[in-house]
């Protein structure tokens, strides 16, 4: 079989492979560990907490997030943190910038929660907060 050169770009049959602009908030999350701070990540859980962070980011892995925006903070949604809440002696790392939004995720043991931002469709955890230290929670 002899391929014939010049004609793969006309014809009824050529589609275009344009993709028009992408809605990350119709996407579920995906979700990244590579940018955690040290002293604030799965090695400094204990198993119950390990699981709930597991389960936590399943269940919410399963969402789209526009669905994660509308359910509530309580339960499978999130919540903004403003950056003066984070206490005194925790680091910001540089890779969250000033226009970043830190978002908070409850994972249901005690004040346990994650933190981080999103990019796009992706939720960069940056501390995974055992014991509710991050923040006052009052």
Not at 45 to 62: M, P, W
Request: charged share 30%.
């Amino acid at each position: 079989m002899k391929l014939k050169r010049g004609r793969d770009n006309k014809g009824p049959r050529i589609r275009s492979h344009e993709v028009g602009p992408v809605s990350y908030d119709q996407q579920r999350p995906v979700f990244s560990l590579h940018s955690q701070v040290v002293g604030w990540t799965v090695d400094q859980c204990s198993d119950e907490h390990k699981v709930a962070f597991l389960d936590a980011i399943h269940r919410r892995s399963q969402l789209t997030w526009i669905q994660l925006r509308s359910a509530d903070h309580r339960k499978l949604g999130f919540e903004p943190l403003p950056r003066e809440l984070v206490e005194k002696g925790v680091r910001i790392p540089v890779i969250i910038t000033e226009d970043a939004m830190i978002l908070c995720f409850r994972c249901h043991v005690g004040k346990m929660r994650a933190l981080g931002f999103r990019e796009d469709a992706t939720f960069h955890v940056i501390w995974i907060d055992c014991d509710g230290q991050i923040y006052d929670h009052d």
